[in-house]
Structures are given as structure tokens and as C-alpha cells.
């Protein structure tokens, strides 16, 4: 049954990419409703979650004890030198379990440094992953796990849905970002240098089988990373909500992910110490990603990821500047959406009409980017690029994500437009009364 749902979908995709440059964005939305109607019954496993301070201790207290030959743990240098894997380690050590360390994973996980990661991890006969970092870190992790359970097929051919026959090595996660989510996702982003573009491998079975979110590795995250992460954990609650495969679950994780996203994320911005909003956040990071591995994201990611390939943008950075850019647009086809989501970001009350509501959250993550420090527009953006990167970034959209309204190529380009290097900027939210 799961198998043939797996195959309808592929099916339903393809006709939808074929379909993309004749069929109008009324016929596109509906082509994405059906598809919707399909993956909602696609079972997603989940991690066991531990929480806490300290509980990336008690993740490798867990995993010394599943018998695994050699774990390997995937990260970055900047983790590793700053000694957050001691907790890790020693209950591994404690636990009697056998690991050896790839610190290596640079912003975006580019793909020869994963097949470096992926000889490390044959050549010391490792059977699991503990994924530890922030997305570059646990979506490389993700992609090893496929790629060893599946020889030769390369990355680039396991780009796409499900594109991996054997089922993918163990993994467990520890996130030290608040924002990717990609502890409870089925996706892994991957870059891919030589063609500057950003490669996304879909497999349910890549779900991690346990997740730490422990806030006491975030509090050194410098603020304008905790800014970023934070706002792509928010774009993944607002996309998941506002489009057309929200199920009654991905719903209340997205609700409750922005509840505390818009109650943690200026703390935790200013008091990045503060053990309390780095946890909230934390969790506010994984509700998301439960969200939209199961509803899928919009324009905003589809967007991000080619200014990520072309510019090497942070994810998160590349999220926040689009973000109120394609929620105004989507405005007209979600006002009840939005203002639900004012209600639930504490900016207005139930009592209110919709309409005000939905303008009062626009204004509200105008308003939270201003005092994060988020930038209007993408200083790398070039004229010259924008038709390629709107075309790049429409067919991801119009070939797998169920948005409230779609855009053409050239309503695309007009609103990448928007975040050039002195275009007219948009009028500075209003500061809050003292
Ligand atoms: N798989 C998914 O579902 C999913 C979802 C969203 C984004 N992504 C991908 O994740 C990647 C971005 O991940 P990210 O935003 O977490 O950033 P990242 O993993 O690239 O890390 C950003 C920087 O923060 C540093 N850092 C991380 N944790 C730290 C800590 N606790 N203290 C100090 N420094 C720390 C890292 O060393 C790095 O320099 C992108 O490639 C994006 O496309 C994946
Ligand atoms: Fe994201």
C-alpha cells in the first residue's frame, strides 16, 4: 500500500512538472491539492526526542548501549573547537561505544567534502551517524546515510524523492541551531558547487531515530545566527500553514512553533545565554520542522535556495529577507491564514476582523526582522542573474510545493527585484513605544 502511494505521488509530481509552463497557476494549485491528498497518508516516522540541558549527554548514554561497531559523528570545525561534543563523547566513551569524528561539514554540506566524509566513514567501518550541528552538519549526516546503504549511485542521482532503494544507515541528531528542524525532517539539503545549485534528497526513512535538543549547546550561537536560524524555523511554520497540504497536525505544530518563536527569538537574539528561550526556541525549531515535513514549504525556500547556491547565503538570511516580500503577495488568497497566526503570535485578539489581524502579522514579522537586524535586500543580488534564479526558483515551486497562490516568472522576478542593492527600500517598521 505505502509503495503504491510512493509511486502514485512520483507519478502526480512528474505530470506536474510537465505540466508547469501550459497549465495556469488555477490548474498548477489543484494539480498540488491532489498531490496533497496522496502525501498526507505517507507515513513519517519520528525521532524519540530527549530535552533539556544536558540531554546531548543522555542521547550518547542511549546510543552506547544499541550495540552499534563504530559511530561516526558528523560536524564542523566551529563545534569541535568549542568543545560541544564533550557531553556526547564521554557518555560514548562511558557507554563503551567505538566513534571516530569528521569535523569537517562547511555551511551547506557541498558535495565532495561529503564523499570525503563518506570515505571516512567506509574506511573505519562505521555502522551509524551521530549528526551533530546545525543543518549543514546533520543534512550532510542524512546524505552519507544514504549514499553508504546505497554504492554507487552518486549524490546528484540521489537527489529528488526516494531516489535510494536500500533503506539509509542509523543516524541520531543533535541540533545546535534552532532553525532547520531537519532532526524530525525527510529531507537533507545539499550543495552542489559545481553547478551553484542546492540539491534536495526526500526520504522518510533519513529521519533520525533519536534527537537531543539541548539548549545548553546554543548559547554561544552568535545573534545574527540565532536571527537567521530562528527565521527559517518561523518561515517553515508560516509556509506549512499557509499552504495546501496543512493537515490538522501539521497545523498545531506550525501555531505552536510560532507562538514561541514570536515569544523566545528576541530573547534568546539579546540574552543569547538565557538557558530558557534557547530551549523554547529550540523546540519552537523542531515543531516546525514536524510541520513542514509534512505540509512542505513555498516560495520563500524555493527562493532562499538559489540565492544559496548562486551567493552562498546562509539559509536563514536568505529566508528573513523574502519572507514578508512573498507573505504580502500570498496576502489576498490567506487573509483567515494570517490572521490566525496574528492571534497566535499575541500581536491582536480574536475580537479583531480578519483583515486587520492579517495586516498586523505582516507588520509583526516586519517588525521582528527590524529588531533582529535582518537587512532589506540581499547585497550580492546582481540584475543581470535574477531571470535565471526566478526561473530556478518557480520550478522548484511549481514542481512540489502547494502554495497559496502562485506567480508567474516575471511576478517572480519583480519580487527578487525587491531585495536588489538599492532598490527602493521598504519603509522601516514603526519602533514600539517604550
Ligand atoms: N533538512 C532540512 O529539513 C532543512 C531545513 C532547512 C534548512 N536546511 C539546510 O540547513 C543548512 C543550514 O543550517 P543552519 O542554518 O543550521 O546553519 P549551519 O549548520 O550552516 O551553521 C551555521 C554556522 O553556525 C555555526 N554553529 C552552529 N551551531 C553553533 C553553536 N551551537 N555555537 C556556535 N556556532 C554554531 C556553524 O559552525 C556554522 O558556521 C542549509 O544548507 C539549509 O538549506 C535543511
Ligand atoms: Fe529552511
Redesign the pocket.
Known sequence: MRQDLLVFLKELLLFSAATKDTVRAAGLGAVMRGVGMVTRFIPIPQPTLLVGPGSSGRLGQAVAGFGHSKILIVT?S??SK?G?LTPLTDALTAGGAQFVVFDEIT???PIPLIETAIEFYQSNNCDAIVAF???????ASKAIAVSVANPGKSLRSLAGYLKGLRAPVKIYAVP??A????EV?V???I?DPANQR?LVIVDPRMVPKMAALDPS??T???PH?TA??GI?ALT?AVEAFIGNWKTPYSDGMALSAVGLIFENLRTAYTDGKNLAAREKMALASTYA?FAF?RANVGYVHAIA?QF?GKYHT???LANAIMLPHVLKYSAPNITEKLAQLAVRAKVGTEEESSEVLAQKFLDAVDQLNADLGIPLVLDALQESDIPDLARAACHEAHTGYPVPRYMTQAQCEDMIRKVLPGAAKVAAPKKKKA
Open positions: 564542523d566551529i563545534i568549542l560541544l555551511p551547506d554540506a550541528g546545525g543543518g549543514s552538519s546533520m543534512d545546535t541551531t532553525g532547520t528542524g531537519s525532517t529531507a537533507a539539503v550543495s542546492k549547546l546554543m554561544g550561537l552568535p545566527i537567521a536560524t527559517d517553515h520542522g515535513t535556495h544559496g546562509p539559509h536563514g
